[in-house]
């Protein structure tokens, strides 16, 4: 790791996220030529964020919650990220989604930096009301760096078009006028997007589809494991499922099922839905959560948290083909090992990026309020996807380097001219 983990404020390990970003970005510095002199900024977050989120709950007591928001880099445009809500969410965590975020919209070159925002919370175990102080109050306490023009928040983990629409909302009375484009992943009523929704699992299964044709492996009977069955992982998994492969495993927070025949896909999701998670479905094996990773399959999709593929599970799996759904699930050892497996493993900045793609078209349409169909979205979508790829998989023959090498090459080549083109002021 290089000397700029240093930072004061975060005390990184070789697996962890911030730990893990920098050692993708060490890997990437011999391919930058005369840019590298400008690496140092990839490994600085611009601006860090911390409030104090207070609320009062149902029964009268005052409650303190920890939130984030950080600004990786903007040389491009203004930032871009997620907001996501989880009891073990750290200013760390939160540095290294935002840094993801720099990488994937210059990857497929979207006109913006990356950001990341988050609150140290479990959403379960608050109510509707509860939920909706915290998320207005949390936007209040940003809203000195957040907005239409300098940073546009979006769903992540457990957050979604209501919460957006929260924000939105708070925003826009804070600033007073309505400000569709200060969020995107709203509901569409409000400025969203159609397609939106899909947007993040249909890119997954674009780049899968296009790896697989590469690989030669056909998607009719392919065995698909997924980890995470949420807005990622359970689209994903569909869209592969319609195109002829067989979900054999899924595992979310409830625990693992498998089914060798293949899961009956739109049940799978219904019965989801209405349970809050997979367990209790009839028709799959209950196994432990460790024997996910033994599961026969061609490709398996980490759709849940960052760091699940460790050393260990990356010597077991069988599939030939990694999606990265998740930000950040292979520590960087993990990514070796899967490398000298002769396992192809399409990263996170790239594999996930339909959902910021599609984020960029709502903001786009949100100033424009000019809504495209969901067909045009879906098919802009996919060109730009397979645009990216295309671009991304060439960058790798000509160095002979990973995937994710070439995806960091690609963007990071992007965010330093923009950066030197800029210059530094004063
Ligand atoms: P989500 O909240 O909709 O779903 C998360 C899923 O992960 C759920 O099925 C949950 O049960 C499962 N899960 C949680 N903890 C788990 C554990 N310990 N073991 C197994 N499963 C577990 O979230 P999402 O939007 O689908 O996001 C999933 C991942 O994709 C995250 O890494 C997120 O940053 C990334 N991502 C999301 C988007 C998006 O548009 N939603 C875009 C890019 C990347």
Redesign the pocket.
């Known amino acids: 790791m290089s000397d700029s983990s240093a930072l004061s404020y975060v005390h990184p390990s070789p697996t962890s996220p911030w730990g893990t970003y920098l050692s993708q970005v060490d890997r990437v510095l011999p391919y930058l030529g005369h840019l590298a002199r400008w690496s140092e900024t990839l490994k600085r977050p611009k601006r860090a964020l911390i409030v104090d989120v207070p609320i009062e709950m149902d029964n009268g007591t005052i409650a303190h919650y920890e939130g984030y928001r950080v600004q990786h880099n903007m040389s491009r445009g203004p930032g871009k990220g997620?907001v996501?809500f989880h009891p073990d969410v750290t200013l760390e965590e939160v540095m290294a989604?935002s840094a993801w975020m720099t990488v994937k919209c210059a990857a497929v070159n979207l006109p913006y930096g990356g950001a990341k925002g988050g609150i140290r919370v479990d959403p379960k175990t608050l109510s509707r009301n509860e939920l909706e102080k915290v998320t207005r109050r949390y936007t209040s306490e940003i809203g000195l760096i957040i907005g239409p023009h300098s940073d546009i928040p979006?769903?992540?983990?457990?957050t979604n078009g209501q919460i957006m629409a929260w924000m939105m909302d708070t925003y826009s009375m804070n600033t007073g006028s309505t400000a569709t484009g200060v969020v995107t992943?709203k509901p569409i009523h409000l400025g969203g997007s159609l397609g939106r929704v899909k947007?993040?699992g249909r890119g997954v299964f674009v780049t899968g589809r296009e790896a697989a044709r590469r690989m030669g492996l056909d998607l009719r009977g392919a065995r698909v494991a997924v980890?995470?069955?949420?807005?990622?992982?359970s689209v994903a998994a569909e869209l592969f499922a319609e195109a002829g492969a067989k979900v054999v495993a899924v595992?979310?927070?409830?625990g693992t099922l498998v089914n060798d025949k293949g899961f009956d896909m739109p049940a799978l999701m219904a019965f989801s839905r209405d349970q809050g998670?997979i367990m209790g479905f009839k028709d799959g094996e209950k196994v432990d959560?460790d024997a996910f990773w033994d599961v026969k399959c061609d490709i398996l999709i980490p759709?849940?948290?960052?760091g699940q593929i460790t050393a260990e599970r990356a010597r077991k799996i069988s599939a030939r083909l990694v999606l990265e759904?998740?930000?950040?699930?292979t520590v960087p050892e993990a990514d070796d090992i899967l490398a000298e497996r002769g396992v192809l493993v399409v990263p996170?900045v790239i594999c996930?990026a339909g959902?910021?793609t599609v984020s960029y078209f709502e903001w786009v349409q949100d100033f424009s309020s000019f809504f495209w169909t969901e067909d045009e979205i879906n098919q802009r979508l996919d060109r730009i996807m397979v645009g990216a790829f295309d671009h991304i998989w060439a960058k790798g023959e000509q160095h002979k380097i990973s995937l994710r090498t070439a995806t960091y090459a690609v963007a990071c080549e992007r965010i330093l001219i923009a950066r030197e083109e800029r210059g530094l002021y004063p």
């Open positions: 997620g996501r989604l979006a769903p992540d983990v457990n992943g947007a993040t980890q995470g069955f949420g807005n990622v992982g595992q979310d927070h409830t998670g959560n759709a849940a948290l960052e759904g998740a930000n950040g699930p996170d996930n959902g910021v």
